[in-house]
């Protein structure tokens, strides 16, 4: 992928994030409860975010992920991220992560920036499998990523170390043919 692309729903434009978006991402990515199942610490100080967009920068770089930030259509100010990481393509599978700032929960934006996201995933990276690691203690995300067609296949123990502890994390996945039955029942 040489540019990086825009995909564009009905109330979201999900975008490239620039350094021009370090405040906003300081400004949710530093709530602890915005990151209280992201196996990070809450920012602290614009050089945070201007660390996360970098590693945006990188994995796009690297075509190990893609990241786009999620704004509003009249907006434009980034109020969380959605993308790929840890893609390889040899095995047509990424893993899919997202946030989103907290006066945002609830309206149906991460619903509808994953499910665009997964399409992309899908019909433009060619992928058969996207995964999702999810805390125990996460169940807005389980319940969104559910809602989404992804299935639980186990719980992963001690999978990460982030934050001074061992992580368990359920491992949820959607299979191509699983999104494409699901597009033919809506």
């Given at each position: 992928?040489?540019?990086?692309?825009?995909?564009?729903?009905?109330?979201?434009?999900?975008?490239?994030?620039?350094?021009?978006?370090?405040?906003?991402?300081?400004?949710?990515?530093?709530?602890?409860?915005?990151?209280?199942?992201?196996?990070?610490?809450?920012?602290?100080?614009?050089?945070?975010?201007?660390?996360?967009?970098?590693?945006?920068?990188?994995?796009?770089?690297?075509?190990?992920?893609?990241?786009?930030?999620?704004?509003?259509?009249?907006?434009?100010?980034?109020?969380?991220?959605?993308?790929?990481?840890?893609?390889?393509?040899?095995?047509?599978?990424?893993?899919?992560?997202?946030?989103?700032?907290?006066?945002?929960?609830?309206?149906?934006?991460?619903?509808?920036?994953?499910?665009?996201?997964?399409?992309?995933?899908?019909?433009?990276?060619?992928?058969?499998?996207?995964?999702?690691?999810?805390?125990?203690?996460?169940?807005?995300?389980?319940?969104?990523?559910?809602?989404?067609?992804?299935?639980?296949?186990?719980?992963?123990?001690?999978?990460?170390?982030?934050?001074?502890?061992?992580?368990?994390?359920?491992?949820?996945?959607?299979?191509?043919?699983?999104?494409?039955?699901?597009?033919?029942e809506r």
């Amino acid at each position: 992928m040489k540019d990086f692309p825009t995909i564009e729903t009905e109330r979201l434009l999900l975008r490239k994030v620039t350094a021009e978006d370090a405040q906003d991402m300081l400004t949710y990515l530093s709530d602890p409860l915005v990151v209280k199942h992201m196996g990070l610490d809450p920012f602290e100080t614009i050089n945070d975010a201007l660390d996360e967009i970098e590693w945006y920068e990188s994995i796009f770089r690297e075509s190990s992920g893609i990241r786009w930030g999620i704004t509003l259509k009249e907006q434009g100010e980034v109020i969380g991220s959605c993308g790929f990481l840890n893609m390889t393509t040899k095995h047509k599978r990424s893993e899919v992560g997202f946030e989103l700032s907290k006066p945002y929960w609830g309206k149906g934006i991460a619903s509808e920036a994953l499910s665009a996201v997964v399409e992309y995933g899908y019909k433009q990276l060619q992928l058969e499998r996207i995964e999702a690691l999810i805390e125990p203690t996460n169940i807005p995300s389980q319940k969104l990523v559910e809602k989404q067609g992804f299935m639980r296949e186990g719980l992963l123990r001690h999978y990460e170390y982030t934050c001074g502890k061992f992580d368990d994390l359920y491992m949820y996945s959607i299979l191509k043919q699983d999104f494409d039955a699901l597009k033919h029942e809506r």
